[in-house]
């Protein structure tokens, strides 16, 4: 019985045969079995590529279970969310990385000095979030694992050298990532084809906008490009718009912070629980304790409450900077 695959798929087969990791194996089969036609003729096919992909995930699990890495691609997150930077050489990203975190990557005024990932803890406010300096993306070669680390991602930073055909810089980082599928999370509307694509969060960082003189290159910039893209001017120079960085990747992470308070005692505040917006009470109580979430007979909240210390349901949703009294 004839197959009939669409053409999109034999592509995807030749990058899956070319794929030298687990990840991009993986990832290419996901992709193949999204838009394999569902029939008999293709039912052989279908168990084939369900086999080989339960077999690469065992494998990886099992690499995972024995604490081995795969590549220096794969980083465990840390904190209240990861960020990776992308796009051009010589953007600034490692500059940025250095600036903003504890991390020491190599930073040098000619490209491509950065070959592996550079993990570094970024403070906000009273959380940590993980920037990850990376690798340029260019058109001649990627390491194919650059990619899987940005699909795995909560936020991509992709960052642009104002003084530098900002534009183009914009528009080849862009198209690099869709030849991969991933694309940004704002424009998932216009995505509604049979392609498996992975949508992320996108902000775009526009570097070396060192001082007000040049505040009309960055003005100039915002005018001429197509999308009305959400965008933060910083120098790592000097520092300068560094408190906009921050606030524009805590609220791109979409995350809001929780303070314990337990009965008749201070909350906590150098210390909140980091939750996803929209999170409950009940999901609280199973962040600082499973006892609490299995036991919890009320709970008492001072911030999105109609009035502080209110008693609320298990449904309640929490909003940054909320305090919380759990009791069992």
């Not at 929209?278 to 709970?299: I, M, R, Y």
Request: hydrophobic letters at 40%.
């Amino acid at each position: 019985m004839p197959t009939n695959l669409p053409p999109d798929y034999f592509k995807i087969e030749e990058e899956y045969r070319a794929a030298k990791t687990a990840g991009e194996k993986i990832a290419h089969l996901e992709d193949m079995l999204s838009i394999i036609p569902k029939h008999k003729g293709t039912d052989r096919l279908r168990g084939d590529l369900r086999r080989k992909l339960a077999k690469l995930k065992e494998a990886a699990q099992t690499r995972k279970k024995t604490g081995r890495q795969e590549s220096a691609f794969h980083i465990d997150k840390e904190g209240a969310g990861q960020a990776v930077l992308v796009g051009h050489a010589n953007v600034g990203k490692s500059s940025l990385v250095a600036a903003l975190t504890n991390a020491k990557p190599e930073v040098a005024p000619y490209p491509f000095t950065t070959w592996t990932p550079t993990p570094g803890m970024m403070k906000v406010e009273n959380v940590q979030v993980q920037l990850i300096d990376t690798p340029p993306l260019n058109g001649d070669y990627v390491e194919p694992e650059l990619f899987n680390l940005i699909r795995r991602a909560d936020l991509v930073l992709l960052v642009v050298d104002l003084q530098a055909y900002p534009i183009q810089q914009l528009e080849d980082t862009l198209a690099l990532l869709e030849e991969r599928r991933i694309l940004p999370r704002r424009l998932q509307d216009r995505y509604t084809g049979q392609l498996r694509a992975t949508f992320v969060p996108l902000l775009v960082v526009v570097n070396k906008n060192d001082d007000e003189g040049s505040d009309g290159d960055f003005d100039v910039f915002c005018e001429l490009i197509e999308e009305d893209w959400q965008m933060v001017s910083v120098s790592a120079k000097t520092g300068r718009h560094f408190d906009r960085l921050e606030r524009a990747v805590f609220e791109r992470l979409e995350i809001v912070r929780i303070y314990s308070k337990p009965p008749g005692k201070e909350p906590d505040f150098n210390s909140p629980f980091v939750m996803k917006e929209g999170g409950t009470v009940e999901e609280f109580a199973g962040k600082v304790h499973q006892d609490f979430l299995a036991n919890l007979k009320s709970a008492r909240v001072w911030g999105s409450a109609t009035h502080d210390g209110q008693m609320v349901g298990r449904d309640h949703v929490l909003q940054d900077g909320d305090v919380v009294e759990l009791r069992t």
